[in-house]
């Protein structure tokens, strides 16, 4: 501008003046020119800079995404190979439980047979006792039948005396049998027979003290007086023997009953042991197929070669390669229940007979342990 003035204050210089303004103008343009091309090269290489580094925050972004999405569900694929295990282990626990309680069964299933064995062994034991009695009966009645010679009267009552005391001290030995043999005191029914026998053998007992006495009077009787008690005194022996048999089998028949209602009762718990035991046996089958498919059998068998399978770390805790163990009590399963459904076609096969009778008793005739089992 100064020298645009002095040009304008100097004419001749003008001219020159302005060629030179035109030339020192364009020289201004250029170094602005430049000035703004070196700012725009700089914001330029500032924004290539931070693109470059977005993008490089960017890749590595996206090169720590698939790590973390792989441990992620690396993470998550073992949880659930973990509640998988505890699942299977929770159903072998209850496997196990199951059979516990199928070997309880069992045990009390045996325990009924060997109480059906006892009350048959017996039932035969009162026939016995039974024949016994009648023998004792027949012989006995055949003496009453002979008549006394006449003048002979007092050592006849003296003979007969002395047979129904032998004939009852036979009937108390008949008791001590009967007890020993058919009641235990265990149940009200044995308590019950008990106090029968006692009230039994204190008649008994009674009677064989009236006959001692009795044997003692005989001294002092006269012939005619001996004669007149003959008749009276029979026919009361007569009575007093019936009376006595017939309580003695009265003690026999109820002891008979009440046993075969304890047989009766063994039968209908070995049926409800048999339904419970099988439906038991369906629900662990169920659980078995569902827990062991047969399908992974093969699968089993070669786990099963396996001499040291490895182990599983997860998170620091440690899950056993359980597929041996897995498949051992599969096969134990399988044997045992295998076993307990050809012991229930036996069980079965059996019931379809009919109870056979025993000729000459009065009773259904039991076969130890071949009514149920």
């Not at 012989?139 to 005396?161: C, D, E, I, M, V």
């Not at 008690?229 to 017939?246: G, Q």
């Not at 047989?263 to 718990?269: C, D, K």
């Not at 059996?350 to 076969?367: A, I, N, V």
């Amino acid at each position: 501008m100064r020298r645009k003035l002095e040009g304008l204050q100097n004419p001749g210089v003008q001219i020159a003046s302005e060629e030179n303004l035109v030339d020192l103008e364009y020289t201004d343009d250029i170094v602005l020119m430049f000035e703004e091309e070196e700012k725009a090269q700089v914001f330029l290489d500032e924004l290539t800079a931070k693109t470059q580094a977005t993008s490089e925050e960017q890749n590595m972004a996206k090169c720590e995404e698939p790590v973390e999405e792989v441990e992620s569900e690396e993470q998550i694929a073992m949880a659930k190979e973990a509640e998988k295990l505890e699942q299977q282990q929770k159903r072998l626990k209850f496997l196990q439980d199951q059979l516990e309680e199928l070997n309880q069964r069992e045990n009390e299933a045996d325990h009924l047979v060997e109480e059906e064995n006892q009350l048959t062994r017996i039932l035969a034991r009162l026939d016995k006792l039974e024949l016994q009695l009648r023998a004792l009966e027949d012989k006995y009645k055949q003496g009453f039948s002979r008549r006394a010679p006449l003048r002979q009267h007092n050592a006849t009552l003296r003979r007969r005396s002395t047979a129904i005391q032998s004939e009852l001290k036979s009937q108390l030995e008949w008791l001590e049998r009967f007890v020993s043999q058919c009641t235990q005191g265990e149940n009200s029914e044995d308590k019950a027979n008990s106090e029968g026998v006692e009230a039994v053998r204190k008649i008994v007992e009674a009677d064989l003290e009236k006959e001692k006495k009795f044997v003692l009077e005989l001294d002092i009787l006269l012939g005619h007086e001996a004669a007149a008690l003959w008749n009276d005194k029979e026919s009361s022996w007569i009575r007093e023997a019936s009376s006595r048999y017939k309580l003695l089998l009265q003690l026999l028949e109820n002891c008979r009953h009440n046993t075969m209602a304890r047989l009766e009762e063994v039968h209908r718990r070995q049926r409800e042991e048999l339904r419970s035991r099988e439906a038991l046996l369906e629900k662990v089958e169920k659980i078995r197929d569902e827990q062991f498919p047969k399908a992974n059998l093969q699968q089993h068998q070669s786990s099963q070669n396996c001499c040291n399978p490895p182990e599983r770390i997860v998170d620091g805790y440690q899950f056993p390669h359980n597929q041996d163990s897995i498949y051992k009590a599969e096969r134990a399963y399988e044997e045992i229940l295998q076993k307990e459904a050809d012991r229930l076609k036996a069980t079965e096969i059996s019931t379809l007979h009919p109870t056979k009778q025993k000729p000459g008793l009065p009773y259904p005739y039991f076969k130890p342990g071949g009514n149920i089992w």
